[in-house]
């Protein structure tokens, strides 16, 4: 029997209507259009406004997108992962719901959760599924409506993140394609600095906590990209080098839209000619779990089978980490 590797042979991905610009932040906070390109690359995000309408509703647009645009039956899903920090709701997985709406009914189906590392982590979870033989059909969503939890009077997390969604069908391949190898980590030193205090086991919600708003996000933004420069670009240089990969052999660099210059330094440490690195950040800022995927979507047409994509990820916690993929279509 020929070694199975586990191949992306589907995309889709789906944002929100809604633009909230660098132009509109300025009559909200006090910021300017300026300041937040030069220092995130950011010119624009998206975000979900219609009332009782939550994750699951971007992950659901994510595959029907996917689904049209390769002809998938839903019903030959074998499980759907869904990689959030935003579920709808506590205890009830936001992926189970989804997958009954998007009629995948013989699949199995449960969220992760790695703040911002989450897609890439699920990048893992799903090819080890793949790889163990037992399943030959995984839906991979990564979906976040930030919007939910950010404070936009707080100018310091309001300029980054927006709300999107993006997902992948992992399948076997017998052509040696697919997910050739990670570096995935993770560091409790993390937790402080990027968070949400209330809301958790630690301190559930009260009025106190409420009025403290202390259920929206807060970042240490000069330890969070101290962090991140150096975790991402560590470990995308050592999946290079423990591949013998030079910038000749890598076609693209897909990298967590978090910060344009998080992401050229990363790609300057790898070597990785500018025209590789694939940005989207300036068209939807930071939509944690949803960067990588709503990149593959939106250069889907850029990828020919065979091409080697280096993917690279630093979310909350911390977690970080790096996967080395070969297009398979």
């Not at 975000?47 to 998938?72: H, M, P, V, Y």
């Amino acid at each position: 029997m020929n070694t199975i590797t586990a191949a992306i042979t589907a995309v889709g991905g789906y944002v929100p209507d809604f633009v909230l610009s660098n132009k509109v932040l300025e009559t909200m906070v006090d910021t300017n259009d300026e300041w937040i390109t030069s220092r995130t690359g950011i010119k624009e995000r998206r975000l979900l406004k219609e009332e009782g309408k939550g994750t699951s509703f971007l992950a659901i647009k994510a595959a029907q997108d996917l689904f049209a645009r390769k002809n998938i039956n839903p019903e030959e899903i074998d499980l759907v992962l869904v990689a959030t920090a935003t579920p709808d709701l506590p205890v009830a997985a936001t992926a189970v719901y989804v997958a009954t709406e998007i009629g995948a009914v013989n699949a199995f189906a449960y969220d992760l959760q790695a703040a911002c590392s989450g897609f890439l982590f699920g990048m893992s979870t799903a090819a080890a599924y793949i790889q163990s033989g037992r399943y030959k059909k995984v839906l991979l969503i990564g979906a976040d409506k930030m919007s939910s939890i950010i404070d936009y009077t707080d100018r310091a997390t309001c300029i980054i993140f927006g709300d999107g969604a993006g997902a992948v069908l992992f399948e076997p391949n017998y052509e040696g394609l697919g997910l050739q190898d990670e570096i995935l980590k993770s560091d409790g030193i993390g937790r402080e600095f990027l968070k949400i205090d209330a809301g958790g086991s630690i301190l559930p919600a009260s009025q106190q906590t409420i009025d403290a708003k202390q259920h929206t996000v807060f970042q240490d933004g000069k330890t969070v990209y101290k962090y991140a420069v150096s975790g991402m670009a560590d470990v995308s240089e050592k999946i290079m080098l423990r591949n013998n990969l030079t910038n000749d052999d890598v076609q693209f660099l897909v990298a967590h839209q978090a910060n344009k210059r998080i992401i050229d330094a990363t790609a300057s440490r790898m070597g990785v000619d500018e025209d590789k690195v694939l940005i989207n950040i300036h068209r939807y800022g930071n939509t944690t779990s949803g960067t990588l995927p709503l990149l593959l979507s939106d250069f889907e047409d850029r990828f020919k089978k065979g091409d080697n994509l280096i993917f690279a990820a630093f979310g909350g916690g911390f977690t970080w980490g790096s996967i080395y993929l070969k297009w398979a279509y």
